[in-house]
């Protein structure tokens, strides 16, 4: 079975500064998606970004990148800029495809990330 | 971008009770939702995958005859949590896989308190 671990339960940046978190898996198998999930004080699950493991390019998103190592096994979101707004809950996801059905995401313990003056 | 529409948003109910959470795909057909719990602080705990016309399958520990999940049509998809206990208060949330198949979409969730 596949596993997440999120080490960090908190973290705190002040904003317009860089803060990264950091993400292991645990899997045997060599073709899976990897996400990172923000939740927000509302509570609505927000996807940040995704990436395919097959794929050697880090996956970004305007001010959010990964830095994605597979043979360590690391997926680590790099949030630029930060700002209030990215005060949140983050969740790493694993998900390895099946074909022919929807399958399900493995979430981590998540890292409550606070965004400061 | 794909939507999925979740409610009750919150439900207070009496011990003993039944309490139905509706989950709707808005824009596009679901075969599958799935279903989560989360406690406070803490992250989603799957309880069960719902598949359209089929019968739900059930992570292990989840009480099938305690949460009946109904996946009757491609847009939606039931929880009802039945005899309810104040131990089952609880944060409420599913989701769908994507039509672009980029990710899932979640609902907005559903606090439910028992009293």
């Known amino acids: 079975a596949q596993t997440v671990t999120q080490s960090q339960p908190e973290m705190s940046v002040q904003e317009a500064e860089t803060v990264t978190l950091s993400c292991t898996y645990d899997t045997s198998e060599n073709n899976y998606y990897l996400f990172w999930y923000k939740q927000p004080p509302s509570r609505q699950m927000i996807l940040v970004i995704r990436q395919e493991a097959y794929k050697q390019q880090n996956a970004t998103e305007n001010r959010f990148s990964v830095n994605f190592q597979k043979a360590a096994k690391s997926f680590s979101l790099k949030i630029s800029d930060s700002q209030l707004g990215d005060t949140a809950m983050y969740f790493c996801?694993?998900?390895?495809?099946?074909?022919?059905?929807?399958?399900?995401?493995?979430f981590g313990t998540g890292t409550r990330l606070q965004v400061t003056l | 971008g794909a939507v999925v529409s979740q409610h009750p948003s919150w439900v207070i109910c009496k011990s003993g009770t039944s309490v139905k959470i509706e989950c709707r795909s808005l824009d596009f057909q679901a075969t599958t939702m799935f279903w989560y719990r989360q406690f406070p602080k803490q992250s989603l705990m799957l309880m069960a995958t719902s598949n359209e016309g089929s019968k739900a399958t059930y992570e292990q520990g989840v009480e099938k005859d305690k949460f009946l999940i109904n996946h009757a049509s491609l847009t939606l998809s039931t929880l009802t949590v039945t005899s309810a206990h104040p131990e089952d208060s609880s944060f409420y949330i599913c989701?769908?896989?994507?039509?672009?198949?980029?990710?899932?979409?979640f609902g907005s969730g559903t606090r439910l308190t028992v009293v």
């Open positions: 996801a694993f998900m390895m495809p099946i074909t022919g059905t929807a399958s399900k995401l493995t």
């Open positions: 989701s769908a896989r994507d039509r672009d198949n980029y990710g899932y979409t």
